[in-house]
C-alpha cells in the first residue's frame, strides 16, 4: 500500500533530522524520543501512557527510562496516595537535549511542509487527523465494526 509505504519515508527524514542529537547527547532513538515526548505532552508523564500513546512496548519504554534515570535526565516520582501511580519527570539535566529537539522538530516540520500553502497544510492535519483517529478506533475495537 502506496500509504504505508511513505509513511516509513516520513519517520525517516525525522530520525535522520534527530540523529545529530542522538548522537551528540550519546542517546537511542527512544530515549530522544521519550524525552521529546514528556517535554511535549506533561499530562501524559506515566510508562503506561509513554507505551499507549507512543505504541511502544513496555520492555523498551522501561529500558530507555532506566538509562534516563541513571544519567539524570528524568527521575520517578511516586504519588502520595497511589503507590502504583509513577510519574516521570524532567531533570534540569534534559534542557540542553530538548532544546536542540525543538529546534529539530521545527527544521522536520519546515522540511516537509515547504511549498504548501496554509490551506493545504490545514487540509493536510484534518486529514491526517482522520486517519488516525480511524485506526485508532480499529486498534481499540479489534477491527470489529459496530
Known sequence: ???????????????????KVCEKYQLTQMEYDILIF???????????????????????????????ESRGLVKRVQST?????????LLEAAIPIIED????????????????????RRICTEVFNKICKNADE???TGGVKE
Not at 496516595?81 to 519527570?89: A, L, P, Q, T
Request: glycine share 2%.
Open 138 to 140: 480499529y486498534l481499540k
Open 81 to 89: 496516595d497511589n503507590k502504583k501511580h509513577i510519574e516521570i519527570v
Open 1 to 19: 500500500m502506496f500509504f504505508w509505504d511513505q509513511h516509513k519515508t516520513i519517520s525517516s527524514c525525522y530520525e535522520m533530522l534527530s540523529r
Open 101 to 120: 529537539g525543538i529546534k529539530v522538530q521545527k527544521e522536520f516540520a519546515k522540511t516537509v511542509l515547504q511549498g504548501l500553502t496554509q490551506e493545504e
Open 38 to 68: 514528556l517535554h511535549n505532552n506533561p499530562r501524559h508523564n506515566t510508562a503506561a501512557e509513554i507505551v499507549k500513546i507512543r505504541k511502544s512496548t513496555k520492555s523498551h519504554v522501561s529500558s530507555s527510562l532506566k538509562n534516563l
